[in-house]
């Protein structure tokens, strides 16, 4: 009974490069959301998405930032031309179902990939 | 556009005495709140949730409260345990719109429990 899986745990890049992370359901789950968290702040939704469709991106930035969760493999949450304000840490969730009520709908949230742009 | 906010960023509690967390939203499409507990190097996890048609939802030594005339939710930890010293978030949701996927979080409170 494996959790939400996140990995990398840590990556660092210098500004410009692209960053990826990497999230990988509980299994049975085919819904995934990212959110992120800056210094001091609180998680902020980001994206919504079931195998292979967005459902809801609004918390997204318009640019750079890009979401995918194909039909194999894992939620891939990508970052073009990283600038030092990327710097956070980005959490995975997984449902089996849209919402978050208990118990059936609960967001399982993975350990997080801290990002760190140089 | 902070909905959910907490206040105190930090908490220090005796083994054994009441912790009490506070939160406040602004969002008065908000129905379901949640509390979130979180280790370091580990992702939030789901601690207890109440809906707006109750005012206290109980889970063994946690309770919590809601005030919606206020807008205002608490979370009490009695007693409190070592095991108790995390980061704690406070989550909302509405049902009302085809996104009650959308969690709102706070900023987090850090208890910390003294021996």
């Known amino acids: 009974n494996a959790g939400v899986m996140q990995n990398p745990r840590h990556l660092v890049r210098r500004r410009g490069q692209e960053a990826r992370l990497r999230c990988s359901p509980m299994k049975g789950h085919s819904h995934v959301y990212w959110y992120r968290q800056l210094p001091e702040e609180g998680l902020k939704f980001m994206v919504y998405l079931q195998k292979e469709n967005i459902i809801d991106e609004s918390g997204m930035p318009k640019e750079r930032f890009s979401a995918e969760f194909p039909k194999e493999g894992p939620s891939i949450l990508r970052i073009q031309q990283v600038v030092r304000g990327d710097s956070a840490a980005y959490f995975c969730?997984?449902?089996?179902?849209?919402?978050?009520?208990?118990?059936?709908?609960?967001?399982?949230f993975g350990p997080g990939t801290r990002l760190t742009v140089l | 556009d902070q909905q959910v906010k907490q206040n105190s960023p930090s908490l220090s509690v005796q083994e054994g005495r009441i912790s009490i967390l506070n939160c406040d939203y602004t969002?008065?499409?908000?129905?379901?709140f949640l509390w979130y507990k979180k280790y370091p190097a580990e992702g939030p996890t789901f601690l207890i949730s109440?809906?707006?048609?109750?005012d206290k939802n109980e889970d063994g030594r946690f309770t919590v409260f809601l005030n919606k005339s206020a807008k205002h939710l608490s979370l009490h930890i009695v007693p409190s345990q070592p095991g108790d010293s995390a980061v704690y978030f406070c989550?909302?949701?509405?049902?009302?719109?085809?996104?009650?996927?959308?969690?709102?979080f706070g900023a987090g409170t850090t208890v910390t429990v003294r021996a």
């Open positions: 109440i809906s707006s048609i109750k």
């Open positions: 969730a997984s449902s089996p179902s849209g919402g978050v009520f208990y118990p059936n709908n609960e967001q399982f």
């Open positions: 969002n008065s499409m908000f129905d379901y």
């Open positions: 989550a909302a949701s509405s049902s009302q719109r085809s996104n009650d996927y959308k969690l709102s």
